[in-house]
């Protein structure tokens, strides 16, 4: 009998270390329910945004994008129900969570929005810094645009037309994802596929645009804190890593091939430092860029309604008039 019992309880631990899920040493503090909990003082007429598709939205969960070995990472499609004529333009949806807390289900209200409005949207889980550290995210969302791309006739997805958008970290995280379109050094499955990661817009929703400006790293670089969230994603200081940190910047990679940009802001200014510089440099070249404020917002504004509609609105609006696509 203890012989049974020991070789149930180690067929279980083995299936808990080899689930295709979250890896269990994944943090998640960052959710929509513990941010309520910390601005419903300040803003009691906010609400957290319904994760509930409507019958109108199609979801399918836990599917996986990319595998390091045993470990798989997940994505949740959400899509119209009833099939379109038409190819649909797909969106790549990035949490946010200072690069090593959250989750996707932070994003499923946002993507059940767009779902609705005609988008493809994959709200996408990444590995966090405690799991790999930069640029390990990065890599990750790019392989969740080629896996969308590549799933194209399976779920109706326009190759032509993709996005990547993310909020706080993920909205970085997508920034630089897109400003780095066809750069190798930052997509480690590139060599060998014949399948792009490259996308045709970014929606950066209160994401940081460069993190070495001095008041930026006022924020990011705490000494106080050891390490801080930006460090132990870059794995130290700025001082100890200034190349990383630069080269992590939407900010560094603005060049002629910069694909539209749709910034939604919050109230807080932290979170756009480097957006008014990414806007003229990409003025200079002529790139289409559009800064969209929610006023009187805190950060993580997009996991809340009233919030949500209007930022969902914002990028519906941006890209029906990037992509040419009505709903």
């Known amino acids: 009998m203890k012989l049974i019992l020991v070789m149930f309880y180690a067929a279980m631990l083995l299936m808990a270390c080899t689930t295709t899920g979250k890896p269990a040493s994944a943090e998640n503090a960052y959710t929509a329910a513990s941010t309520y909990q910390k601005l419903i003082a300040t803003y009691p007429f906010i609400r957290i945004a319904s994760q509930t598709a409507p019958v109108s939205v199609k979801v399918i969960k836990d599917i996986p994008y990319v595998s390091y070995g045993d470990r798989k990472v997940q994505l949740d499609l959400f899509m119209p129900a009833q099939a379109s004529a038409k190819a649909l333009p797909g969106i790549v949806l990035v949490h946010g969570g200072g690069w090593r807390s959250g989750s996707r289900e932070n994003l499923a209200a946002m993507a059940i929005r767009l779902a609705g409005r005609g988008y493809v949207a994959a709200a996408i889980s ?49 920034a630089l994802v897109g400003v780095t379109n066809d750069m190798p050094q930052f997509d480690s499955q590139a060599q060998g596929s014949q399948i792009s990661s490259a996308v045709q817009a970014i929606i950066n929703i209160d994401g940081l645009s460069d993190f070495t400006s001095e008041q930026a790293r006022r924020y990011e670089d705490d000494p106080a804190k050891k390490p801080s969230s930006a460090g132990a994603w870059f794995g130290g200081t700025y001082a100890e890593k200034t190349a990383l940190w630069k080269e992590a910047s939407p900010l560094s990679h603005v060049g002629k091939n910069t694909p539209p940009i749709l910034f939604i802001g919050s109230a807080q200014k932290r979170f756009s430092l480097g957006r008014d510089e990414m806007v003229q440099q990409m003025n200079a070249l002529g790139i289409p860029t559009r800064v969209v404020l929610i006023p009187d917002t805190p950060h993580s504004f997009w996991l809340f309604d009233p919030w949500l509609g209007p930022t969902v609105d914002a990028m519906s609006e941006f890209l029906e008039w990037e992509f040419g696509f009505s709903p």
Do not use: N, T
């Not at 990444?126 to 645009?145: F, G, M, N, W």
């Not at 791309?149 to 779920?155: C, E, G, I, L, T």
């Open 126 to 174: 990444y590995r966090l810094s405690a799991e790999a550290p930069y640029p390990a995210a990065i890599h990750d969302v790019k392989a969740a645009i080629r896996w969308m791309r590549s799933h194209a006739a399976d779920y109706h997805i326009d190759p032509a037309h993709m996005a990547v958008a993310g909020g706080s970290a993920g909205g970085q995280i997508a």
